[in-house]
């Protein structure tokens, strides 16, 4: 039995455990944190969730510890890493990086709390019963950005007017990967658009979407809502720019790393209500009363720099509706 196969096993019998052993556990408690991405990724958001964690009376390297497991986009890791944290006995997972990571460790435990920040419907994903009564050992944040790839089409029309073709970037490992292109592909009819879908997961497989593009030669891209673009963020933003595309995401980290717009959840909020969920439970409360909370503060980020370096004038009336600006 090689090590992979032995974490398995081992993982599989911790799974097992009552719920009753993680809140009996003597000394310091332990929560293992798993992301699809990368730690230097993600430390923004960890530190958020190290916030909220602080404001449910728990301290990092004091009265709690924490244990990362990262799969640096590559998913097919996460049952892996969820089995080697259930071996160190987390008193609670949380999961970053999509429904994925969360879907994941559920699949794996039944007994382990699972507190999930999750961009797409978390009942339609099957990781909750409903957002008010999860049941059984799964909450969480719930983000909604994925329903928002529509929208996000919309505006960038607004900011492009004379665009007639707009390409969306999309993932087939995203659960409602489908669906969502769907959304997009109505919203883009709606509006005259003609829609060019490019998918790709991996970084070779964006390359290789970015060539389409390059060939294409499309007035603007739209990014899908995924955790795995989130993790590849510098290469597509990088991408875009190499081509001269406009685009618009999902996060304000993509403008910050030189991209168009984004518009999208609050996502310092969303970990840090992550983070205070995940105190809560240690503290004693079990995921299935805690309801799923929802991230309802949108955001628009636009990047002035980058719209000149694309020879777009942002109209005034738009930018009275932008909350942050980036020069």
Not at 15 to 35: N, W
Not at 148 to 163: G, N, T, V, Y
Not at 277 to 297: F, H, M, N
Request: with cysteine.
């Amino acid at each position: 039995m090689d090590r992979r196969q032995a974490i398995g096993a081992i993982g599989a019998l911790s799974a097992v455990a009552p719920f009753t052993a993680f809140a009996q556990q003597s000394g310091t408690p332990l929560i293992g944190f798993l992301g699809t991405g990368s730690a230097a990724e993600r430390a923004g958001m960890v530190g958020r969730f190290q916030k909220g964690l602080r404001e449910g009376g728990y301290v990092p390297g004091k009265n709690v510890r924490i244990e990362y497991r990262w799969a640096d986009g590559h998913y097919e890791r996460l049952p892996d890493l969820v089995a080697d944290l259930i071996e160190r006995k987390v008193a609670v997972i949380a999961t970053s990086g999509g429904a994925q990571s969360a879907l994941a460790a559920k699949a794996r435990t039944s007994t382990v709390p699972i507190v999930f920040i999750s961009a797409s419907d978390p009942v339609k994903t099957g990781l909750v019963a409903s957002l008010s009564r999860p049941g059984g050992n799964v909450t969480g944040v719930a983000s909604i950005a994925t329903m928002l790839d529509a929208k996000r089409l919309e505006i960038l029309c607004e900011l492009l007017p004379r665009a007639k073709t707009i390409a969306y970037l999309a993932s087939p490992k995203e659960p409602r990967n489908e669906a969502t292109t769907a959304e997009v592909r109505a919203a883009a009819e709606a509006k005259g658009i003609r829609l060019q879908v490019v998918t790709a997961t991996e970084a070779a497989e964006i390359d290789a979407a970015f060539e389409q593009l390059r060939k294409a030669k499309p007035n603007a891209l739209l990014v899908a809502t995924t955790g795995v673009f989130t993790t590849r963020r510098e290469q597509i933003v990088a991408r875009a720019a190499r081509h001269g595309i406009p685009a618009s995401y999902h996060r304000r980290e993509f403008v910050a790393d030189g991209g168009l717009m984004s518009y999208g959840p609050d996502y310092d909020d969303v970990y840090r209500m992550q983070g205070l969920y995940t105190a809560r439970i240690l503290k004693g409360e079990k995921p299935a009363d805690l309801p799923v909370s929802q991230e309802t503060r949108i955001v628009l980020v636009v990047n002035l720099k980058t719209a000149k370096a694309l020879g777009i004038q942002v109209p005034r009336d738009f930018l009275q509706r932008v909350d942050e600006v980036i020069q």
